[in-house]
């Protein structure tokens, strides 16, 4: 007996993420970190003439660790003399040569931020001691006329200062791609060129979100600083940053990092070196007096190393993840929801992207910034397809993990197979919650009983219940089970029920949408059974046309699934000749092909060949198929002949 199994292969995946998750420590998490940051400088006095002579040169360092409630200055070494918010550097050698400069400070750095806990009126009033940061600069031309009408577009009937920020941050880094070719330019480019040519470095992104908040009446200003970074687009992880500082009344100055996605915070990670009017503010002043003498400055050298690492702090917005199918077909789509939760007391942003293997393509927008009242609890939705080119004998299950911008992760996974459910972009767009402000949905939910599985036109009942589990009375809701609708009323933690008659009509899998939805709500989900019809196999067997005495040949027996049910436990057996041959397969997905050999001296006139096929289906129900085959045999020569004719007498007893 011979055995065939159909070797099913578990393909995991490698999550690729372009995040240090596992190997590193999450410095963002920390409550406090302490820091080595050394800056250097260096310039280049030259000969001008052969007179050239030189009296004294001054450096000013106007990088300086800033002091605030996140940041404290422990320690400073430098030969140069401190004073506020600057190092002077002085040199009365009179040698025209090159210099160098600098500090060494330790910086203790908290993971704190000046919360706002709640509505800010907008349009802001009491900002008169703040009107210089309304101000346009060369860089930060909040005169421009399209800065104004885009923002003002932007922010039309907002009443809440710090949402009216968040939508010109969020529209900025959604709009504006983050490129380091514009490093390329001597300056920054302004904030109206940016807005032009929706590109930029972080410095430039900040330029217009600082532009916009002008336009619109917010003060703002910019932060020049040092910040870590796990992007693969830089070569060290300390790098020179730029970020914001938006002024609101009786809460003071709140950090927001437009490239890091921190909306209302910097992580602790960040150091603070200078704020100001315009990011093309001087880093270093010099002045020099001198005849026919020229100076030549060199970019600042930073180097940050980490002296000591406080205690890991719980995040406060806290993560969960569902799909609505953990079971696909190969090319099918699937919707990834991510679920949020604000554990603060007071507004917190935060900036997720899903990361996937490449066998699965994210449609539309991966990373998006969500805002979130205290205690609020939101969702977000990915589409994901899967690719239709993987192996039908083999299984996938594929990994998807939600990443904040403080690294902070939440992992599921998927199942895709050949052969089952499916799902239609258009399907999964209906899934699809329109309008993620609706966070009350979070309150609500169905509780469904129905047979998973159905015979071809049985019949069965679907009950499904809607539950409001939160603290409001919901009116109007428009409950659907399928086509059958009806407008409820759900006070508080009361319940509706719907049923619906379904009759397996349709082979495969099928789907039925059930949703609810107000002005307060919107929930939607899929139920998935599926009908099965009676396991078929088709067989088709492939014959000589003749067998010629003492000549070997073949009978080649095809078999292919013509159902949707998968056989099973499938027993091939083909009597002939004297002999018997058997098969078994586990069960049949794709098509098969069993090929015989026989020796050609067993020949006789007329030889039967029976081929018994027997199957199952998932249950255990037996079916067979019976063939009876006959094929001619001839000799070449008398002696043959005689042969054969012995073969078929020794036939009758087989």
């Given amino acids: 007996m011979k055995k065939i199994s159909l070797l099913i292969f578990l393909i995991v995946v490698i999550l690729a993420v ?128 399209k800065i104004i009408q885009k923002a003002t577009e932007l922010v039309e009937g907002e009443d809440d200062a710090f949402k009216v920020a968040f939508k010109l941050a969020s529209w900025v880094e959604e709009n504006v791609i983050y490129d380091l070719t514009t490093l390329n330019a001597e300056t920054s480019q302004k904030a109206s060129w940016v807005l032009d040519n929706k590109n930029g470095v972080c410095d430039e992104m900040t330029s217009l979100f600082i532009a916009m908040s002008r336009a619109v009446g917010i003060p703002a200003r910019f932060v020049s600083g040092i910040s870590y970074t796990t992007s693969e687009l830089f070569d060290e992880n300390w790098q020179p940053h730029g970020w914001a500082e938006v002024y609101f009344p009786e809460i003071g100055w709140v950090d927001f990092d437009i490239t890091f996605g921190e909306y209302g915070y910097i992580d602790v990670t960040h150091i603070k070196l200078r704020d100001g009017f315009d990011p093309t503010d001087a880093a270093t002043k010099y002045k020099w007096l001198a005849n026919d003498v020229s100076l030549e400055a060199k970019e600042l050298d930073f180097t940050v190393n980490i002296k000591d690492q406080g205690n890991s702090e719980k995040e406060m917005i806290l993560l969960e993840q569902e799909i609505l199918a953990k079971e696909v077909d190969f090319g099918s789509y699937n919707l990834i929801k991510g679920i949020m939760k604000n554990a603060a007391n007071y507004y917190a942003a935060t900036t997720l992207q899903l990361a996937v293997p490449k066998e699965l393509e994210v449609l539309g927008r991966n990373k998006r910034t969500i805002l979130l009242s205290p205690n609020e609890v939101r969702e977000t939705f990915w589409i994901v397809k899967v690719t239709k080119d993987l192996n039908p004998q083999s299984w996938y299950q594929f990994p998807t993990l939600i990443y904040s911008e403080k690294n902070v992760t939440v992992r599921d996974s998927f199942k895709a197979q050949s052969g089952n459910n499916f799902y239609s972009k258009e399907e999964i767009e209906e899934l699809t919650v329109k309008d993620e402000e609706k966070t009350y949905s979070r309150k609500i939910s169905f509780t469904c009983n129905y047979p998973k599985e159905l015979k071809l036109n049985q019949k069965a009942e679907v009950k499904c219940k809607l539950k409001n589990s939160g603290n409001a009375n919901l009116n109007d809701v428009n409950f659907c089970l399928d086509n059958i609708c009806e407008i409820v009323n759900l006070p508080i933690n009361q319940e509706k029920s719907t049923e619906l008659a379904i009759k397996g009509e349709t082979v495969g899998w099928n789907k039925i949408i059930i949703s609810a939805e107000n002005e307060e709500i919107e929930k939607k989900s899929s139920l998935e059974y599926v009908v099965l019809d009676e396991p078929v196999i088709e067989i088709k067997t492939t014959l000589p046309e003749k067998i010629i005495y003492g000549k070997n040949f073949q009978i080649i027996i095809n078999l292919e699934k013509n159902s949707f049910t998968v056989p099973k436990e499938i027993i091939i057996s083909v009597k002939g000749l004297g002999t018997e041959n058997k098969w078994e397969i586990s069960e049949l997905k794709e098509k098969e092909e069993l090929i015989l050999d026989f020796a050609g001296e067993r020949t006789n006139n007329k030889n039967k060949f029976k081929i018994i096929t027997s199957w199952k289906d998932k249950n255990g129900e037996s079916y067979s198929d019976q063939q009876e085959v006959v094929i001619i045999g001839e000799a070449d020569d008398f002696i043959d002949k005689v042969k054969m004719l012995l073969n078929g007498i020794i036939s009758w007893f087989y």
Avoid at 119 to 129: H, M, R, S, V, Y
Avoid at 134 to 140: C, D, E, K, S
């Fill in 18 to 145: 372009p995040l240090a998750l596992a190997e590193e420590d999450n410095l963002y998490l920390y409550d406090s970190l302490e820091l080595y940051l050394n800056v250097n400088g260096e310039f280049d006095l030259k000969k001008e003439g052969s007179s050239a002579s030189l009296k004294d040169v001054n450096a000013q360092l106007l990088l300086y660790p800033q002091e605030s409630y996140r940041q404290k200055l422990l320690n400073i070494d430098t030969e140069g003399q401190t004073k506020e918010d600057q190092v002077n550097f002085v040199w009365n050698d009179q040698k025209i040569e090159e210099k160098e400069f600098g500090y060494s400070a330790i910086i203790k750095t908290n993971n704190q931020r000046t919360e706002v806990k709640t509505k800010i009126p907008f349009p802001l009033k009491g900002i008169d001691d703040y009107k210089e940061y309304l101000l346009p600069t060369i860089t930060i031309d909040s005169d421009n006329q």
